[in-house]
């Protein structure tokens, strides 16, 4: 009887994953989507983003992420 409810337990183990796999019913098709305002949505994050990259300060230096890679510049001999 161990040997069976051993078996029997891990069936069930064995299919949890599969179970998570099965395709899940796609919702929102009754759902028709007014191009107007999807429209008026895309126009309002478009200007929201070109406002926020002016926001973005200049930078001064010119920024090198390799620069660690590099040997340091050895110092200039005064002559």
């Known amino acids: 009887m ?8 891990m069936l069930a183990l064995l299919a949890v994953p599969a179970h998570a796999q ?5 919702g929102g098709d009754d759902k028709k989507v007014d191009q ?9 994050d478009d200007k929201a983003y070109k406002a ?6 200049d930078s001064k230096e010119k920024y090198d992420p390799w620069s660690i890679t590099k ?5 200039k ?3």
Do not use: S
């Open 36 to 44: 107007k305002k999807l429209q008026e949505k895309q126009q309002a």
């Open 71 to 75: 040997p340091a510049e050895p110092a």
């Open 22 to 26: 099965a395709r899940r019913p796609q």
């Open 52 to 57: 926020a990259l002016e926001r973005i300060p």
């Open 2 to 9: 161990k040997t069976f409810t051993f078996a029997a337990v």
């Open 77 to 79: 001999k005064p002559k």
